[in-house]
């Protein structure tokens, strides 16, 4: 099998809204309009009450109800606008995945995408808005399997919880390819930064990627400290198994492993827009 014959099945594919397509094709621009972006999720009825919603829940603890867009930028900043908009449109790209529990699925993309971000803050060689949002797709391929070919998807899963092998020799032993690089396949698809395709098929093994891509070692990290929460592994364990290799090539302090407690201990808050 091939990519592709996941990618023909158009009818199939996440309808990601053109605002966020933009934003996320805008990510390296620093002369993006964003007031012009603003108004276009004003205009998006559903994600606009998705976004409002959890502005004004107590994860923001805002000092007063927000009731617009506008507003929202005012009280939050546009940096904020955009993770919440990147993080609704893409979570609200699909309603139903047969052998897919999508709510825990986007759960655990927001923690990685906001570990990401903050292990990005520690380090000039990552974007944290870039950052946050490979975290929120990286696992973007696999709900491409899932959308296209259930059946064989989890074919896959009972695979390697039978065998107890990888999930990336599964795919390949079934597909030919990762869900890795499918996830790429379908971000070149959409026409979004060659960074961001990358990183996506890279973050299982960021030393592989070439030219060496720091965003894919700080999913990387988010994607192990996520795991290690998943299954309960102590913090002395963490920090004793922490990628250092991996956290170097990201361009993170030398003792960055001290800081897995605080990391582990992030809230996304955006649970909320997955429902």
Known sequence: MEVSELLQQTH??????????????????????????????????????????????????????????????????MTQLKTLVIASGLAGSVSEVEGMNLKEFWSQSFRIATIAKWYASKTDNVDPDMAFTIGLIHNIGRLLLHLTKPKLAEAIQQRVKESGTSRSAAEMERLNFTTPEAGQALLELWKFPEELGQAVRYHKNPMEAEPPNPACAITNIACYLNACIRSKRSLEETIERFPVKVAALAGLPADIASSCEEAMALESGLDGLAG
């Open 12 to 77: 199939k594919l996440p309808n990601v809204p053109d605002v966020v397509r933009e934003l996320i094709q805008q990510l390296n621009n620093p002369n993006a309009d964003y007031g012009e972006i603003s108004e276009k999720v004003s205009q998006d009825q559903t994600m606009s009450l998705k976004i409002l919603r959890l502005v004004n829940s107590a994860h923001f603890g805002l000092s007063r109800k927000v009731s617009s867009i506008d507003e929202a930028v005012v009280m939050l900043g």
